[in-house]
Nanobody, 116 residues
């Protein structure tokens, strides 16, 4: 039903910044929650940040103060501005969307590598 197109991943050095984007295709249901999860090698997928349609946000403690999530409701697009990136942030980042019908959708992921 819903297609999620992620972009913005790449290779950066510690201390640098990166901005991820995820656009959700049109659907008959309004997008409720949008967010980002990440999965490092040999680790479980974990929450990074979420944002509701009303712009309430939730962040993992490990990224709070460094990452900022935002969204454009007209474009059904969510962004993740990441600053002060560190090697431990290296992971595949997955876009997440929940519609008002409670259906969940996941993107295919975009790789973020932080290395010197």
């Amino acid at each position: 039903q819903v297609r999620l197109v992620e972009s913005g991943g790449g290779l950066v050095q510690p201390g640098e910044s990166l901005r991820l984007s995820c656009a959700a295709s049109e659907n008959r249901f309004v997008v409720n929650v949008m967010g980002w999860y990440r999965q490092a090698p040999e680790k479980q997928r974990e929450l990074v940040a979420t944002i509701t349609r009303g712009f309430s946000t939730n962040y993992a403690d490990s990224v709070k103060g460094r990452f900022t999530i935002s969204r454009d409701n007209a474009k059904n697009t969510v962004y993740l501005q990441m600053i002060s990136l560190q090697p431990e942030d290296t992971a595949i980042y997955y876009c997440y969307v929940k519609l008002y019908n409670d259906m969940d959708y996941w993107g295919k992921g975009t790789l973020v590598t932080v290395s010197s």
